[in-house]
């Protein structure tokens, strides 16, 4: 069986079980793992050539408890389940990344961070606890006072910790599936920059910015802000509005489509319609939260060849000349990303957590030479300015990099060596970044 | 006061999926089965996603009495059982094995047509309710790959069909289904056709759509049915050469 990352750009023959609960422990006997629930991190993080192991059979959800909000449910359970369950009732997720199809496992492997990172944290800040399978095949309650230094590597520790098989999470009360969405035109990163400071104290704030716009337009971009609308706000509305109905994208469609000449064209598209869309409405919450999921395999629009991710963090320090530096290559390079999301972020949390106070950048490029090449400048850039990866995107950085940017990575090696967990816990992306 | 299913049998693919199916159209669901706490997390699991009332029995198919056990635990007598108890079992072990072929023998036929007998009795004398049988295509003619379970399968099929004619006009109705391959852990690693296999979700809806419709055998996929019409009909000097 092949398996890919979503971008399908690094293509491996690789055997996928998917066990029963209660075969989960004999699963790891035999050689390094890595456990894989959805495979919607972009590249290789969710692949072993030796055995991956999916969750798809943990998807039951075991508890709820209505006072407090907390769900208890097996890893397998996606964040789109929970918002089909408990949005009737008046629930949502309290971190939600930009697509609801993850897992809990997956949620937490990465610590996924969403438009609220800035006030309220990444995905860890609502995990009460989680089940976590270890190399010995017995199973360890972890949380913030049991087994707490584990608890943390785990979050964000791209499944090297071991397998996650349970999880307690909070949820939040909301009045309605509906936001009040605002999206504000700025002109340039300056005035986008601006912006988030002017809003920090909005619930979600993102930023689509245009990566091909030169000169006196560089980083113009749309600020959107959102806050969950009360039962006044939405009039006669159906409060908790369902799924929106999804299209399938039902082929590859060739790989040279969208190129730089089709971006330039789709970011001055976006950019214009957005400015004549300034101003507040009301959106439901699936075409808030996740525009993309509303095409199904959206990731084969960049064709047989596949796409690659990057993600960076950009310290406050070093954020506006590294943004400019980053914004600057992209343009030069005439390779344009589609989808260039600028979010303001929230303090550092964790032991290999990706997030860090300040900015972070996410583009997605065709995995083309040339675009390889860019990229390959642009970790040059944040490592220029104190910036580090988001490793749910990595496909393709080197050990080098990694390391450079990041001195948490050999605390996570070393970890990993005392604990037993290198030979027990390996990706293929774990052993390209030396991990 | 919601509907309620009673399902014998509990533990198999497909009687989960018929669970989840009843569960999302709001029924109360009866749960039974040998070890029944082997399907906890998964009964706490449709309680909370759907919000019905689930309940878990302990059963065993081949004990006489333990279905008025289960009906002793049960709050009132459900609108509709269905039976999906069975075994599939070696063929090769059987032809050695006389005690494993007679397990495979009383787990589809002798077990399910005694415990169904019983129910039925108590529809009758309420008059309403429907039984629904999950049998199999392996029934309708033995063959050299799987003769015990086919033998057994034909004979809870005859039964069921004896059982309709009993209960015609009473208000009770029996539905007898036939799946065809179904993709599930009882056939892991047999190489299936996909054109001719269904998903326990298939099977399901299926089944639930024909307690709705009052449905007497329903095939899951539909060109069983000629698939089965062609299989009946070849002269058995011609059926007894082939290998299938």
Redesign the interface.
Known sequence: MTLTGWGRYARYPAPLSQPA?GDLASALAGGPVIARGAGRSYGDAAISLRRTVGTGRL??????DEAEGLLVA?SGVTLG?IVE?FLPRGWFPMVTPGTKTVTLGGAIASDVHGKNHHRDGAFRASVAWFDLLGPDGTTQRCSGQENAELFDWTLGGMGLTGIVTRAAIRLRRVESGWIRQTTLPCADLDAVMRAFDTHASATYSVAWIDCLARGPHRGRALLMLGEHAGRAEIGARAPFPPARRTRTLPVDLPSGLLNGWTARAFNAAYWRRGKAAAGSRLVDWDGFFYPLDAILGWNRAYGRKGFVQFQCALPDAGARVGLSALLDAIARSGTGSFLAVLKRMGVAEGAFSFPMKGYTLALDFPATRRALQLIDRLDRIVLDHGGRFYLAKDARMTAETLHAADPRAARLREMRARSGLSDAFRSVQSERLAL | MSRSVLILGAHSAIAMATARRFAAEGWTLHLALRGPSRLQ??R??IA??LGVEVTLHDYNALDPDAIDEVMADLPALPDVVVCAVGLLGEQETAQRDADFATLILRSNFEGPALHLERLAGRFEARGSGRIVGVSSVAGERGRASNYVYGAAKSGFTAFLSGLRNRLHGTGVGVTTVLPGFVDTPMVAGRDLPPALTAQPEDVARAIFAAVEAERDVIYVKRRWRWIMAVVRALPEPVFKRTRF
Do not use: G, K, T, Y
């Open positions: 609960p998807n039951r959800m075991i508890a709820f097996e389940e369950v | 997390a998964d706490d699991d909370i996603r």
